[in-house]
């Protein structure tokens, strides 16, 4: 009984670690997404004041990149992000957890494949002392930190969900049955069950 609850409380700080990771990579996109609303702003109406922002569309563009691959770990957990289930939403069972797998098992490859290469830019932008060609010049590895490490989260995401579907649990994106009735919806909600 011991080993149980040694290995009960094992997995709850990695699972509530893990679990703010994707809300503070979801947080930071939101940052991000505000300020590309400030500079969008402050360069709009700087120019009846004949003020600008150097760069001023450089950094939106950096802040842009960063809010997509930041905020895609926190999507993917939430069950937000688009997937293509006509397949899986026919299956049941050991048949659909396996698809799940198969699925996932995909997904992650390719994104962890991608990631591998993100990091690596970074790393050679940092390496080689790489800076933008705009009028502000930064070093690029600054703003890539927000691509290459919004898909490292979103690898540790994909590798966090197939080891909990492997380990026969439902899937955290899966919101439900497609068959599941408004009032079965409501049921399942206020019964704390995800959205």
Not at 23 to 49: E, H, K, P, T
């Amino acid at each position: 009984m011991a080993g149980h609850s040694d290995d009960v409380n094992s997995v709850g700080p990695v699972r509530r670690a893990l679990d703010l990771l994707y809300l503070g990579s979801g947080i930071a996109a939101g940052v991000f997404l505000v300020a590309i609303f400030a500079i969008m702003m402050v360069m709009s109406v700087g120019r009846q004041f004949a003020l600008n922002i150097p760069a001023g569309d450089d950094f939106a563009s950096w802040c842009m990149a960063a809010m997509a691959f930041l905020g895609l770990a926190h999507t993917f957990k939430r069950g937000e992000m688009i997937r293509v289930g006509l397949l899986l939403e026919r299956l049941h069972g050991r048949t659909k957890q396996v698809a799940e797998i198969v699925a996932l098992g995909i997904a992650t490859a390719f994104v962890v494949y991608f990631t591998r290469h993100a990091v690596q830019m970074t790393y050679d932008s940092w390496r080689f002392n790489d800076v933008a060609q705009g009028v502000v010049a930064l070093p690029l590895w600054i703003p890539q930190l927000g691509f290459s490490g919004g898909l490292v989260i979103l690898s540790i995401a994909l590798i966090d969900e197939m080891v909990n579907v492997i380990g026969g649990n439902r899937p955290s994106y899966d919101k439900g049955s497609p068959d599941e009735t408004p009032d079965e919806f409501i049921e399942r909600i206020s019964q704390g069950g995800g959205g």
